[in-house]
Nanobody, 119 residues
């Protein structure tokens, strides 16, 4: 059972930056895909970005493309989400998630970390 722990959230002004971290409790296998999702108050959870553990292939939602960067550190079993040029609409609880392969569903989730962007 993989456990994921997010950190790095906080309050930032519009235009600022934050970096979120997601630490996995155990070694994730090469087939894993790691994703970031977010959920704003009163809205459904939405996909933000993913990265494949092997090869580091990335994909972003249109709403964050060009502003957010997902990356990983294999040695630390950690995935990051660098968020630049933050906007008030980026305010949400951000969740890290993992799936065992590109064909699987996201079965492992972190507890979430709050990001608040003030205007």
């Amino acid at each position: 059972q993989v456990q994921l722990v997010e950190s790095g959230g906080g309050l930032v002004q519009a235009g600022g930056s934050l970096r979120l971290s997601c630490a996995a409790s155990e070694r994730t296998f090469s087939t894993y895909v790691m994703g970031w999702f977010r959920q704003s108050l009163g809205k459904e959870r939405e996909f933000v970005a993913y990265i494949t553990w092997s090869g580091g292939r990335t994909y972003y939602s249109d709403s964050v493309k060009g502003r957010f960067t997902i990356s990983k550190d294999n040695a630390k079993n950690t995935v990051y989400l660098q968020m630049n040029s933050l906007k008030p609409e980026d305010t949400a609880v951000y969740y890290c998630a993992a799936r065992e392969s590109p064909a699987a569903s996201y079965d492992y989730w972190g507890q979430g970390t709050q990001v608040t962007v003030s205007s």
